[in-house]
């Protein structure tokens, strides 16, 4: 068991899920150094594609859609009002302590809760959602909690990472790539998008 400090007794569960591919290919000028493909299907028979992008000092992105939504710009604005986002939250958590952290115990996590349409982008109703869930799976004793509530942003640096200058380092790295976080000065690292 993966001691993550978190409540053994949690309100959901997720799905099963199957790997479906390792790209290690480059990404328009972004640094990721690979992606990692998973796949699940809900109670309601929708298919999620779950994308996790790992990137330099060991700090992995999860982002998450309907498959159906693939190619669609606003994939991650997209609400299925089916009320599972818990149980579709809970597979992608399960999918990174089981896959992720299981095998990179320094891990460190990002998300944005990315707003919906007609929904300014602080405080999204997505970031409160995933910002309650993730609380519940993961303590502070093992993963300082940072977030920027201005940009619905969310990180879990890993207290077992010993990158010197870890959150900084962070917080410039996605300055950098992710164009929404740039114009906020605040001092919290924002990470990234999920669905």
């Known amino acids: 068991m993966i001691d993550i400090g978190h409540d053994p007794n949690l309100p959901y569960k997720g799905y099963s899920y199957r790997k479906a591919t390792i790209n290690n290919k480059p990404i328009e000028q972004v640094?990721?150094?690979r992606r990692y493909i998973y796949t699940f299907t809900d109670r309601f028979n929708q298919k999620y594609i779950v994308n996790i992008e790992q990137y330099d000092l060991e700090v992995y992105i999860v982002k998450f859609h309907l498959k159906k939504d693939t190619d669609n710009k606003k994939k991650y604005q997209v609400l299925t009002g089916k009320g599972d986002v818990g149980r579709v939250l809970a597979t992608c958590i399960k999918i990174l302590l089981e896959e992720i952290l299981y095998k990179n115990a320094s891990a460190s996590f990002g998300f944005i809760g990315i707003n919906s349409e007609?929904?300014?982008k602080s405080n999204t109703k997505r970031f409160v959602l995933y910002q309650k869930i993730?609380?519940?799976?993961?303590?502070?004793?093992a993963f300082e909690h940072v977030f920027n509530e201005n940009k619905s942003a969310y990180a879990l640096l890993n207290?077992?990472?010993?990158i010197?200058?870890?959150r900084q380092k962070v917080e410039a790295m996605f300055k950098k790539?992710?164009?929404l976080l740039e114009e906020d000065s605040g001092t919290q690292p924002p990470t990234a998008v999920v669905g």
């Open 177 to 179: 790539y992710y164009p």
């Open 164 to 166: 010197s200058g870890l």
């Open 118 to 120: 007609g929904e300014g």
């Open 159 to 162: 207290r077992k990472n010993k």
């Open 134 to 141: 993730v609380s519940a799976y993961f303590s502070e004793k």
């Open 31 to 33: 640094p990721i150094v």
